[in-house]
Antibody, heavy 116, light 110 residues
Framework: EVQLVQSGAEVKKPGESLKISCKTS????????IAWVRQMPGKGLEWMGI????????RYSPSFQGQVTISADKSTNTAYLQWSSLKASDTATYFC?????????WGQGTNVTVSS | EIVLTQSPGTLSLSPGERATLSCRAS???????LAWYQQKPGQAPRLLIY???GRATGIPDRFSGSRSGADFALTISRLEPEDFAIYFC???????????FGQGTKLEFK
């Protein structure tokens, strides 16, 4: 069974850094892109970017380019999303998803709250 | 940049009825694809339809997707209580990669 399991909820202050994870299992990690998607409270879905775990190639949505860093570690079958300096507007739920004909399997989501 | 417009914003129906949700692309999507997702409160989205008409693994056959030019539709033939949720369409393309979502349609009990 293909599974994507994300790290737990985070509460951070503005200006702090953060790295959240998405650990995969049940398939060959290096075969498929992994996407990250943001959902702000009560809002819709926004694609942030994708990473290919085989060579760590990344592509970002223009809206998120320079705002976050997406990476992958094929030794641990884990993808990451990180911020160097959080803002209150980064408060949201973040999902990872495997990219196969759309996004066929999703993580459970990580809630990130940024508040002073 | 393609913009996807979903309509209606909210659809009020009863179990057993037929639901038709619309997704219109702002420009040609001939070299790319469209997917539909279902999201329930507090849950991750679930892929229903890929490549406009393909049903994802494990999705009941009451869900179907169709396309007419830049207009796409998700049809649920007979609503079950568990179908009341928010539905998102997504345009996707691999080169260059783009995964644009529509704003969503809320399917609620009448």
């Amino acid at each position: 069974e293909v599974q994507l399991v994300q790290s737990g909820a985070e509460v951070k202050k503005p200006g702090e850094s953060l790295k959240i994870s998405c650990k995969t299992s049940g398939y060959t990690f290096t075969y498929n892109w992994i996407a990250w998607v943001r959902q702000m409270p009560g809002k819709g879905l926004e694609w942030m970017g994708i990473v290919h775990p085989d060579d760590s190639e990344t592509r970002y949505s223009p809206s998120f380019q320079g705002q976050v860093t997406i990476s992958a570690d094929k030794s641990t079958n884990t993808a990451y999303l990180q911020w160097s300096s959080l803002k209150a507007s980064d408060t949201a739920t973040y999902f990872c998803a495997r990219v196969v004909s759309g996004m066929d399997v999703w993580g459970q989501g990580t809630n990130v709250t940024v508040s002073s | 940049e393609i913009v996807l417009t979903q309509s209606p914003g909210t659809l009020s129906l009863s179990p057993g009825e037929r639901a038709t949700l619309s997704c219109r692309a702002s420009q040609s999507v001939s070299n790319s694809y469209l997917a539909w997702y279902q999201q329930k409160p507090g849950q991750a989205p679930r892929l229903l339809i890929y490549a406009s008409t393909g049903r994802a693994t494990g999705i009941p056959d009451r869900f179907s997707g169709s396309r007419s030019g830049a207009d796409f539709a998700l049809t649920i033939s007979r609503l079950e209580p568990e179908d009341f949720a928010i539905y998102f369409c997504q345009h996707y393309r691999s080169s260059p990669p783009v995964y644009t979502f529509g704003q969503g349609t809320k399917l609620e009990f009448k």
